[in-house]
Structure formats: structure tokens, C-alpha cells
């Protein structure tokens, strides 16, 4: 199969920045949903040792890719202790 791309890559080589910005689309379209299933506080792993993740979260910590304009150093806890 990559003889044959290889092939059609050198009859056409206006095919390679296509193949390159699919290539880096996918990859990191996967590196952001590992992202999401290793750092967000909605996942749990272990539901046995630890059944709500969400809960153990200070106010200060950032779990978002990107906030605009928000500064999480400067929150108080607004919510209860279970």
C-alpha cells in the first residue's frame, strides 16, 4: 500500500501537502482525545479507588484547553464540601 501512495505521489506531487495536512490533522485530533481521556476530571479510571474525580479539585486548578480571559489563581471556593 505505501509503494502504491509512493507511486502516486511522484506522479503527483501536488498530492503531498494534502496528505500532509490530513496527517497532521489526524494526529492531533488523537493527541487531543487522549487529552481529554487522561486529564479531564469527567473521566474516571478508577472507580474504585476513585469513584468522583471532580470532586478532589481545588478552585484553582485549570482543567480547559484554553480559557480567554479568566485567571483561576484568583478564584475563592464557592461550592460545598461532601
Known amino acids: 500500500m505505501l509503494v502504491t501512495i ?3 505521489l ?12 490530513i496527517g497532521g ?6 493527541l487531543y482525545l487522549a487529552r481529554l ?3 479531564n476530571p469527567d473521566v474516571s ?4 479507588n476513585n469513584p468522583e ?5 481545588g478552585p484553582t486548578d485549570q482543567y ?6 479568566m485567571d483561576y489563581s484568583k478564584l475563592k ?3 460545598p464540601d461532601f
Open 77 to 79: 471556593k464557592d461550592r
Open 64 to 69: 480547559k484547553f484554553f480559557a480567554v480571559s
Open 45 to 48: 479510571w478508577d472507580r474504585k
Open 10 to 21: 511522484r506522479n503527483h506531487p501536488a498530492l503531498i501537502p494534502l496528505f500532509f495536512f
Open 37 to 39: 481521556g487522561l486529564r
Open 53 to 57: 474525580p471532580w470532586n478532589k479539585l
Open 6 to 8: 509512493r507511486k502516486q
Open 25 to 30: 490533522g489526524t494526529a492531533m485530533s488523537m
